[in-house]
């Protein structure tokens, strides 16, 4: 008899779950640890004062009383909810304790969080006011409320300045928005295949679920006493790494972006307090490895043993790169986590377990696993019907993770009904766009069905990139593409050719345009063509133009100009310095051809990154160089790190050159065995005679 064949639908476990707003948890929480420290903000400088500290009882009042106001305020100037209903204000701010409590504040006052991140360009930034209708911007004090183009704003000295006399206790429903009804609690923007971005509205109850389902899986031990909460506010993976340890009743450190950016000073954070966990990107996870192997010589004294729980999300993760891991770590110790996911499905949708080298050895990708609860995943063909088992379909996600859909209803194709759902929680599909297969119970991760990226745990759109490329006045034609995605070498590279009648511009003259009009990781490389190469067929050849581009950066071909480096501002006793840092940036960036290396030169501005500034350091030690890492990356040019390093240099140097002149230096003292001790006699000019039993 055949067997019927297995089809690609994967349930996750079923959790009990009763829906309710997540300030009531954190309501709950004070009431149980009311002197608690509920947030920390650490600079992450070794030489600066102790850490700001905020208690669970401060936090939630000094929310209620910005509740109340922020009610105050809508209700004065009768400020109406947006199309799809919803209470939504911007949030324009720094990480600091101030920003979590003011994200706790439009909880409790029954609107949606937006965040704005400070770096977003003006363009990006009006888009999102305009569809998404903040009733308010509440902002740090050092942006500029024009920014906002009109869209009533608070700073932040306003909002706890005009709220100090108000009311502390908690908020009843019926003196919130919309009577306490709160549905939505946070909207995220993503990049949008359209070429413009949308809005994920993300409801209370499914952010619930997401959390639910992390605290049975990775529960809090006994002696987890703080999380850390460094991910950017407009990532989604910033909702569960900030709130889930808050609605247990650990304390949280705020991390600056400054500290996130640099792996030494990011290390010492985490061995601080002792973190057990983190949440990354695998870019971020392969800076902290090769940083960690950098700085940890001696095997018995490894950094970061306390944190036991790695997740990696937002990006592919390779198999080499996991690998790596418990090259480092402790198998059966030390646990790496591939979540996938995406903003729709509040960040993770299913996670896998990463245990040993030998079991990544069976496969080829790390799998992407299985559902978290209460979620389905089907795996369906065109015409939307679950693939056999081992085939390739298309991967759709159902159950309590799903958003409410996008600002404005835009995309609804996204959002479909369940044809396949027997429960009313599964009503619902969410078409990610991405190709999987399952194997062996497993979820296979196969690619995109369309041109999206990942580029540091942010989900980029080509096309959005290319429409703005485009609008760009001198531009004809433009191709934008990914090199090598989810690659050490990853690039977003914008192919351009130029008017007939444009006038001269440079590349990097391009690239400064478009900084003004994209966010930093979406900006290209630009690299301007003579001709667009195309097939028979009349369409772009763009694996001819990934090839030109890999053969110009490679050297290969003769393609390549001899890196330009100028000497000009460089004192004479540091040119031989110089030459080893130039040469050395030039090979890890792969940009000289573009730009002159000088001491004027920002490493970043070339195209630096977290990433490559390890591998930078890394080769000038080989060569000699005691550079730090935080030396390096405040560097605010290559004349600086010039300075630094042969001011390093010379003091190895300095301390070489001394043991050889003095070898006796270099002598182990070893203690005397007991059969060696001899009596001395020393002899004193009073003439008194005293003996002395010598022991080494």
Same mark, same amino acid.
């Given at each position: 008899?055949?067997?019927?064949?297995?089809?690609?639908?994967?349930?996750?476990?079923?959790?009990?779950?009763?829906?309710?707003?997540?300030?009531?948890?954190?309501?709950?929480?004070?009431?149980?640890?009311?002197?608690?420290?509920?947030?920390?903000?650490?600079?992450?400088?070794?030489?600066?004062?102790?850490?700001?500290?905020?208690?669970?009882?401060?936090?939630?009042?000094?929310?209620?009383?910005?509740?109340?106001?922020?009610?105050?305020?809508?209700?004065?100037?009768?400020?109406?909810?947006?199309?799809?209903?919803?209470?939504?204000?911007?949030?324009?701010?720094?990480?600091?304790?101030?920003?979590?409590?003011?994200?706790?504040?439009?909880?409790?006052?029954?609107?949606?969080?937006?965040?704005?991140?400070?770096?977003?360009?003006?363009?990006?930034?009006?888009?999102?006011?305009?569809?998404?209708?903040?009733?308010?911007?509440?902002?740090?004090?050092?942006?500029?409320?024009?920014?906002?183009?009109?869209?009533?704003?608070?700073?932040?000295?306003?909002?706890?300045?005009?709220?100090?006399?108000?009311?502390?206790?908690?908020?009843?429903?019926?003196?919130?928005?919309?009577?306490?009804?709160?549905?939505?609690?946070?909207?995220?923007?993503?990049?949008?295949?359209?070429?413009?971005?949308?809005?994920?509205?993300?409801?209370?109850?499914?952010?619930?679920?997401?959390?639910?389902?992390?605290?049975?899986?990775?529960?809090?031990?006994?002696?987890?006493?703080?999380?850390?909460?460094?991910?950017?506010?407009?990532?989604?993976?910033?909702?569960?790494?900030?709130?889930?340890?808050?609605?247990?009743?650990?304390?949280?450190?705020?991390?600056?972006?400054?500290?996130?950016?640099?792996?030494?000073?990011?290390?010492?954070?985490?061995?601080?307090?002792?973190?057990?966990?983190?949440?990354?990107?695998?870019?971020?996870?392969?800076?902290?490895?090769?940083?960690?192997?950098?700085?940890?010589?001696?095997?018995?004294?490894?950094?970061?043993?306390?944190?036991?729980?790695?997740?990696?999300?937002?990006?592919?993760?390779?198999?080499?790169?996991?690998?790596?891991?418990?090259?480092?770590?402790?198998?059966?110790?030390?646990?790496?986590?591939?979540?996938?996911?995406?903003?729709?499905?509040?960040?993770?949708?299913?996670?896998?377990?990463?245990?040993?080298?030998?079991?990544?050895?069976?496969?080829?990708?790390?799998?992407?696993?299985?559902?978290?609860?209460?979620?389905?995943?089907?795996?369906?063909?065109?015409?939307?019907?679950?693939?056999?088992?081992?085939?390739?379909?298309?991967?759709?996600?159902?159950?309590?993770?799903?958003?409410?859909?996008?600002?404005?209803?835009?995309?609804?194709?996204?959002?479909?009904?369940?044809?396949?759902?027997?429960?009313?929680?599964?009503?619902?599909?969410?078409?990610?766009?991405?190709?999987?297969?399952?194997?062996?119970?497993?979820?296979?991760?196969?690619?995109?069905?369309?041109?999206?990226?990942?580029?540091?745990?942010?989900?980029?759109?080509?096309?959005?990139?290319?429409?703005?490329?485009?609008?760009?006045?001198?531009?004809?034609?433009?191709?934008?593409?990914?090199?090598?995605?989810?690659?050490? #070498? *990853?690039?977003?590279? &914008?192919? %351009?050719?130029?008017? @007939?009648? =444009?006038? $001269?511009?440079? /590349?990097?003259? !391009?690239?400064?345009?478009?900084?003004?009009?994209?966010?930093?990781?979406?900006?290209?490389?630009?690299?301007?063509?003579?001709?667009?190469?195309?097939?028979?067929?009349?369409?772009?050849?763009?694996?001819?133009?990934?090839?030109?581009?890999?053969?110009?950066?490679? #050297? *290969?071909?003769?393609? &390549?100009? %001899?890196?330009?480096? @100028?000497? =000009?501002? $460089?004192?004479? /006793?540091?040119? !031989?310095?110089?030459?080893?840092?130039?040469?050395?940036?030039?090979?890890?960036?792969?940009?000289?051809?573009?730009?002159?290396?000088?001491?004027?030169?920002?490493?970043?501005?070339?195209?630096?990154?977290?990433?490559?500034?390890?591998?930078?350091?890394?080769?000038?030690?080989?060569?000699?160089?005691?550079?730090?890492?935080?030396?390096?990356?405040?560097?605010?040019?290559?004349?600086?790190?010039?300075?630094?390093?042969?001011?390093?240099?010379?003091?190895?140097?300095?301390?070489?050159?001394?043991?050889?002149?003095?070898?006796?230096?270099?002598?182990?003292?070893?203690?005397?065995?007991?059969?060696?001790?001899?009596?001395?006699?020393?002899?004193?000019?009073?003439?008194?005679?005293?003996?002395?039993?010598?022991?080494?």
């Amino acid at each position: 008899m055949l067997a019927l064949p297995q089809l690609s639908i994967v349930k996750g476990l079923q959790q009990d779950y009763v829906p309710r707003g997540l300030h009531r948890i954190i309501e709950e929480q004070q009431l149980r640890h009311a002197d608690s420290v509920a947030l920390i903000y650490d600079h992450g400088q070794e030489e600066s004062s102790a850490a700001s500290q905020s208690t669970y009882r401060h936090m939630n009042e000094s929310a209620n009383r910005a509740a109340r106001l922020l009610v105050e305020e809508a209700q004065r100037c009768f400020l109406q909810p947006n199309n799809d209903g919803d209470f939504i204000l911007a949030v324009c701010m720094q990480p600091s304790e101030a920003l979590v409590t003011t994200l706790l504040a439009i909880w409790k006052a029954g609107g949606a969080y937006l965040p704005i991140d400070p770096s977003f360009p003006a363009n990006r930034v009006h888009h999102i006011l305009l569809e998404a209708r903040p009733i308010l911007v509440l902002r740090d004090d050092d942006i500029d409320a024009q920014r906002f183009q009109g869209t009533p704003t608070l700073s932040l000295t306003e909002l706890y300045a005009k709220s100090l006399q108000l009311s502390g206790s908690n908020l009843l429903s019926e003196e919130m928005l919309r009577g306490g009804n709160e549905h939505i609690a946070i909207v995220l923007y993503t990049s949008g295949s359209t070429g413009v971005p949308k809005g994920v509205r993300l409801p209370h109850e499914n952010i619930l679920n997401r959390l639910q389902w992390q605290w049975a899986t990775f529960p809090y031990t006994a002696n987890e006493q703080v999380g850390v909460f460094k991910t950017a506010l407009t990532f989604v993976d910033s909702v569960a790494e900030l709130w889930g340890p808050l609605m247990c009743g650990l304390s949280i450190v705020v991390v600056p972006k400054a500290v996130t950016k640099d792996p030494h000073r990011l290390v010492s954070l985490l061995e601080k307090y002792k973190i057990r966990r983190l949440v990354l990107v695998p870019t971020l996870l392969r800076s902290l490895l090769m940083y960690l192997n950098m700085e940890t010589p001696d095997p018995g004294q490894k950094l970061l043993h306390n944190l036991q729980i790695w997740v990696c999300s937002g990006e592919p993760l390779v198999v080499p790169l996991a690998s790596s891991f418990f090259d480092y770590f402790d198998e059966g110790v030390h646990r790496l986590y591939n979540f996938y996911g995406s903003t729709e499905v509040m960040g993770d949708v299913t996670y896998f377990a990463c245990e040993s080298k030998k079991q990544l050895s069976m496969y080829d990708n790390v799998p992407i696993g299985v559902p978290v609860s209460n979620t389905v995943i089907y795996l369906l063909d065109a015409d939307y019907r679950p693939v056999k088992n081992g085939e390739i379909g298309e991967i759709f996600a159902s159950g309590l993770n799903l958003a409410a859909g996008y600002v404005n209803g835009r995309d609804p194709e996204r959002f479909l009904e369940n044809p396949l759902a027997v429960e009313k929680k599964y009503a619902r599909l969410y078409r990610t766009g991405d190709y999987g297969s399952l194997k062996n119970g497993n979820i296979m991760y196969e690619g995109r069905t369309d041109s999206q990226v990942k580029i540091r745990g942010h989900r980029v759109d080509l096309s959005e990139v290319e429409k703005i490329v485009a609008e760009l006045p001198l531009v004809e034609k433009a191709i934008v593409l990914c090199y090598r995605a989810g690659h050490v #070498d *990853q690039a977003i590279l &914008a192919f %351009v050719k130029l008017r @007939d009648d =444009s006038p $001269v511009v440079t /590349e990097m003259q !391009l690239e400064g345009r478009l900084k003004d009009k994209l966010a930093d990781y979406m900006t290209p490389q630009v690299i301007i063509l003579e001709h667009v190469p195309l097939l028979v067929n009349g369409k772009v050849d763009r694996q001819a133009l990934l090839k030109t581009y890999e053969m110009a950066n490679n #050297d *290969q071909g003769g393609s &390549a100009s %001899v890196p330009d480096f @100028d000497y =000009s501002h $460089v004192p004479e /006793e540091l040119k !031989l310095t110089a030459r080893d840092l130039f040469e050395t940036v030039s090979t890890v960036i792969g940009r000289s051809r573009r730009a002159t290396l000088s001491a004027h030169s920002n490493f970043y501005d070339l195209g630096g990154n977290s990433l490559n500034s390890i591998f930078t350091v890394t080769l000038l030690r080989e060569k000699g160089y005691k550079i730090g890492i935080s030396d390096f990356i405040a560097a605010k040019n290559l004349g600086e790190i010039i300075e630094k390093m042969a001011s390093n240099h010379d003091a190895v140097q300095l301390e070489e050159e001394t043991l050889n002149a003095c070898p006796h230096l270099q002598m182990e003292a070893v203690l005397l065995q007991e059969a060696h001790h001899q009596p001395v006699t020393l002899s004193y000019p009073v003439s008194t005679t005293k003996a002395i039993w010598s022991n080494g």
